[in-house]
């Protein structure tokens, strides 16, 4: 059974940075493919930063030099720092990880086939 949970959290003034961190359990070892998806108030789910196998990296065009995700893999523990924060960044973040196989796929960025955690609330007031 895998389970991801989330914390990091709040909210913050824009211009700040918050850290999120997921704690994964079960049969995820954090070295896979895993990453973070949010999700605003109003709007369709996006992918907003993964973390891959081999230690590659995409991020969200909205989200590209001001967030960073990373993991220890020793604490088993997907990270993500988030910088410069505005109030587009707003939402509801959720960490994930892929039911089957190691790396990202397709429809693992589509947010298809996917170990879901509880979610984290991001609110950053302008």
């Known amino acids: 059974q895998v389970q991801l949970v989330e914390s990091g959290g709040g909210s913050v003034q824009a211009g700040g940075s918050l850290r999120l961190s997921c704690l994964a359990s079960g049969h995820t070892p954090i070295s896979f493919c895993m990453g973070w998806f949010r999700r605003a108030p109003g709007k369709e789910r996006e992918g907003v930063a993964h973390?891959?196998?081999?230690?590659?990296?995409t991020y969200a065009d909205s989200v590209k030099g001001r967030f960073t995700i990373s993991r220890d893999n020793a604490k088993n523990t997907l990270y993500l720092q988030m910088n410069s924060l505005e109030p587009e960044d707003t939402a509801m973040y959720y960490c994930?990880?892929?039911?089957?196989?190691?790396?990202?796929?397709?429809?693992?960025?589509?947010?298809?086939?996917?170990?879901w955690g509880q979610g984290t609330q991001v609110t950053v007031s302008s």
């Open positions: 973390l891959d196998r081999d230690g590659s990296t």
């Open positions: 994930a990880a892929p039911r089957i196989g190691i790396y990202c796929t397709r429809s693992y960025f589509r947010g298809e086939n996917v170990n």
